[in-house]
């Protein structure tokens, strides 16, 4: 096994398991006061075609972690002896942790319980609760449940598709989260818009709306809308996109003790699978991410406030500063501008003092466009080089108000509460650690800073 501590571009505060691959998030749940995350884990490799195990880690702050044992392995009685698949973990009504996964092949779901607070899991004898998609349907694939509570019973969504139609969640209903009726689909998607495989459905009230996420088309996809709880049909309003690219995928959510929304993303590599396999790991989550319903029937989205606690030393904090000398591939940036129309202001990262190498945040106001541009983020080779962009309309009197995230080869920047981009950028050069602003136009620094971020292991 390499040294992975000696990785530049290992992430050092965001989670990811001790070694080898990750990929979805699964069952987050706030239980007993602490926050439990388990996520799509292949012990044994880094490239991701190991069988994969529910990893699982716990924290007391949702920002610093413990490593527990793997939840969840496959083995030959569940059904799921070529994997344990994408699920969730409720209470069930007695306030036992229960967890319904899909296993693997063919596509099952299962269910597995856990009497000593999190700290082993039993599958239940009966697995698989669901042993095949309904009938007359034949959806191409059927996987990764999503499950809660109303009056009358258990729901669930579970990801699938008709080729060359559309993705599909289909509705479920249970009143023991054992016996399992199929009702009809929660929501249809067209082919042509959003793919025909649905992945890791997720669907949860936020506000007066629901919304549903969806993982299709190798992006994060969520539609806004009203849920009828009489129908059990959900008619969505609005669409858009979390990540602005395909670095962020699969993420699922949880309720907090205070009933925040809290999101989790899989941050996927885009270094090729020799550099990765090279590495000795494989993927890292997003920052917890804070959800509101905002007026219009539109997401926001900001990191966190635990996240603060993630700040070290302040290395600016002061808006007429400028960024020459501050350094870092582990930082904090806050930045706010008010700006002129047409005007534009860029933020260079992990920047090069020659400029061969740097990552790019830019807000064009001409085009109202917000992109994460890492198109020179790199002179290596087997690095996939991309621009990520998202619709930014700044009302009238908004200033530009920007959060970026650097963890070595994770960039995660907010804007505006409603706009999240996400990147993977893998510099060849140790000193592409400068920062850099240009701005052109009629633009006024209101706020810059900076912090250092150390390490949360
Ligand atoms: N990854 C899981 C699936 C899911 C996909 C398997 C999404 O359950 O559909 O690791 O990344």
Redesign the pocket.
């Given at each position: 096994m390499p040294d992975l501590s000696a990785d530049p571009h290992r992430p050092i505060y965001h989670f990811l398991p001790p070694d080898n691959w990750m990929?979805?998030p699964n069952g987050p749940i706030f239980y007993q006061g602490r926050y439990h995350l388990m996520y799509?884990y292949a012990p044994d490799v880094a490239d991701g075609w190991g069988a994969?195990h529910w990893g699982h880690a716990v924290s007391d702050d949702l920002v610093h972690w413990e490593h527990l044992p793997i939840a969840l392995s496959p083995d030959q009685t569940a059904g799921d002896q070529d994997?344990c698949?994408?699920g969730s973990a409720v209470l069930d009504d007695d306030g036992t942790p229960t967890i319904l996964y899909?296993g693997v092949h063919p596509q099952v779901q299962c269910i597995a319980r856990s009497r000593d607070g999190m700290q082993t899991w039993d599958k239940r004898a009966c697995n698989p609760v669901i042993a095949e998609p309904p009938a007359g349907i034949a959806p191409k694939n059927f996987?990764?449940p999503c499950l809660w509570r109303e009056d009358d019973g258990w729901y669930m969504v579970i990801?699938s598709g008709v080729e060359g139609v559309g993705g599909r969640a289909l509705l479920y209903r249970s009143p023991d989260l054992m016996d399992w009726e199929y009702l009809h689909p929660l929501c249809e998607g067209v082919a042509t818009e959003t793919g025909d495989m649905w992945?890791?459905p997720d669907f949860f009230a936020l506000g007066d709306r629901h919304v549903l996420l969806i993982?299709a088309l190798g992006e994060q996809i969520y539609f806004i809308g009203h849920y009828n709880d009489a129908t059990h049909r959900f008619e969505p309003e609005s669409e858009g996109r979390i990540g602005g690219g395909v670095c962020y995928?699969?993420a699922k959510s949880f309720a907090d003790g205070d009933g925040r929304r809290i999101l989790w993303g899989?941050l996927r590599e885009r270094r090729d699978r020799e550099a990765q396999i090279a590495a000795g790991w494989s993927g890292a989550m997003s920052l917890p991410q804070a959800l509101t319903m905002l007026p219009g029937a539109r997401l926001g989205i900001e990191p966190a406030s635990e996240v603060e606690a993630l700040r070290g030393k302040a290395l600016v904090d002061d808006a007429g500063s400028d960024l020459s000398g501050i350094r870092g591939d582990a930082l904090e940036i806050e930045l706010e501008v008010a700006m002129g129309v047409d005007a534009a202001v860029e933020l260079g990262v992990r920047c090069t003092p020659d400029g061969r190498e740097e990552t790019t945040v830019r807000y064009d106001g001409a085009a109202q466009i917000i992109e994460l541009d890492m198109t020179r983020s790199s002179v290596g080779k087997g690095v996939e080089l991309a621009v990520h962009s998202r619709p930014l309309t700044l009302a009238r009197g908004e200033a530009l108000r920007l959060q970026v995230f650097v963890d070595r080869s994770v960039i995660e920047v907010y804007a505006n509460g409603r706009e999240c981009l996400v990147g993977r950028v893998y510099p060849t050069r140790s000193d592409a650690v400068d920062l850099r602003m240009r701005t052109s136009g009629d633009v006024a620094v209101n706020c810059l800073r900076v912090w250092e971020m150390p390490s949360i292991w």
């Open positions: 990929n979805d799509q994969k994997g698949y994408t899909t996987r990764d990801g992945e890791c993982s995928y699969a899989w």
